[in-house]
């Protein structure tokens, strides 16, 4: 199953393609989340299995498996992700892990920086760095991607207007959870988490839906995002399909609620 | 006990189609011959009220809604609505429940002008086309790699597509997602 190199020359040939052309391209349209183009492969890993670790430890230790794994338990145990399950299955978009989930290693996009996933639109997926992202964090990055998938699957979203991102983004942020941590609002707002507390969690969704934005559309200038942001702000931030609330990050009861919330109202 | 909605009261409901129909149509035949006109039929588990109020007079949720909202909620209508709901167990008497009804009403009402006020964009009609789209997960796939998902595939139930015979992908269903498979290690 593994690929051995025979030789020397078929090693250097594997490392130029793997090191070698790593053009970036930026291209108009959104979603410039690039794909691997050549698969990132550990060094550490490539060594071993070259000279006597074998096929098997590669398996074991790698995070393709671990990533997928965590997402197995998460879709059979976690009752947030179930509701955004059932509501896409009822929308008509039913997910396959097989097809409508990846995880793969990326390249890291610069140091001490993470890249942890994006939904791609073309093929209709989730594709997840497997090698950046810790077991902890699957269970947002997941959650926030299946609601951009969600919101892609019940309404025709223009992948070239800036609005329309947006609204998702602003919906992603303000429905995963990524914003009701108290560390993370220190590390983004450090002085003004000690001062100010009330009503901070719009501008913290609205930082981070323009952060998102900006991976997408990194041509534009930040200025033009965050007025596309206040444009849509409001709308987006009180559309809270399918959840029917903000879930309390640490809180089980919250989550549960909100699951038989959506089998109650049968949304 | 889970029932659900009835269909006349809630006026303009989209979902014709209940998760719990037996119910519903009891529901209805009792509503329309010997009850009076009545609303929605109660039935959520007492205890989720409880879990409410209790987890709005957290201090964490406190902190909470104080990030969220800039003040903190009145947490006393759980409280009101996990009384009633009590009542009602004991009494079957509806006018115990008025308040519980018209406040799950005013929910799902907000629920879905939530949804309906986003006009963003334009909805769709039939789910994207690339959906059900195959991918070739072989072609992509690294060699080196196998695959957890497989696993969970192959030992989950496939279902039967309507020609009746069995469809090549298992789609997750709510039971499939409850139960799931039993996993063992392959190495």
Known sequence: MAKKADSDAELEELRRHVVGDMTTSTPEVADQHVRSKAPYVNPVFFNVTKTWAPATVMIWTSWHRRCEKEIVRCVREDPLIKTVLTAMEKKGCPVDLLRHVVCENCHYPGILTRDYGFFDREINQIYLCANQVQNKQIRHVFLRELIVAYDHCRAKIDVTSVTQEACTEVRAANLSGECTSLRKMWKSYPLTTLGKINGMHKECVRKRAVDALQKSFSGKPRRELRAAVDQVFERCYNDLDPLGRRPRRGSAADAANAYTDSQFMNH | ?187
Request: glycine share 4%; hydrophobic share 25%; with cysteine.
């Open chain 2, 1 to 187: 006990m889970l029932v659900s909605f009835s269909l006349e009261s809630m006026g303009n409901s989209s979902n014709s189609q209940t998760s719990l129909g037996t119910a519903g149509d009891e529901a209805e035949k009792e509503n329309s011959i010997c009850r009076k006109k009545s609303s929605l039929w109660p039935l959520r588990n007492c205890d989720y009220y409880k879990t409410e109020f209790e987890s709005c007079n957290a201090y964490k949720s406190k902190v909470f809604q104080r990030f969220v909202y800039g003040h903190t909620q009145d947490c006393s209508k759980w409280k009101d609505y996990y009384e009633s709901c009590l009542k009602f167990e004991t009494s079957k008497d509806e006018e115990d429940v008025a308040n519980l009804l018209e406040a799950e009403r005013e929910r799902r009402e907000e629920w879905m002008e939530g949804s309906k006020a986003n006009d963003v964009w334009e909805y769709r009609d039939k789910p994207p086309e690339e959906w059900e789209q195959p991918w070739d997960r072989a072609e992509h796939e690294n060699r080196h790699f196998t695959s957890f998902f497989k696993e969970y595939r192959e030992q989950c139930r496939a279902p039967v597509s309507k020609d009746g015979k069995p469809s090549n992908q298992t789609k997750l269903t709510p039971d499939v997602i409850q139960k799931g498979p039993k996993i063992t290690r392959i190495l």
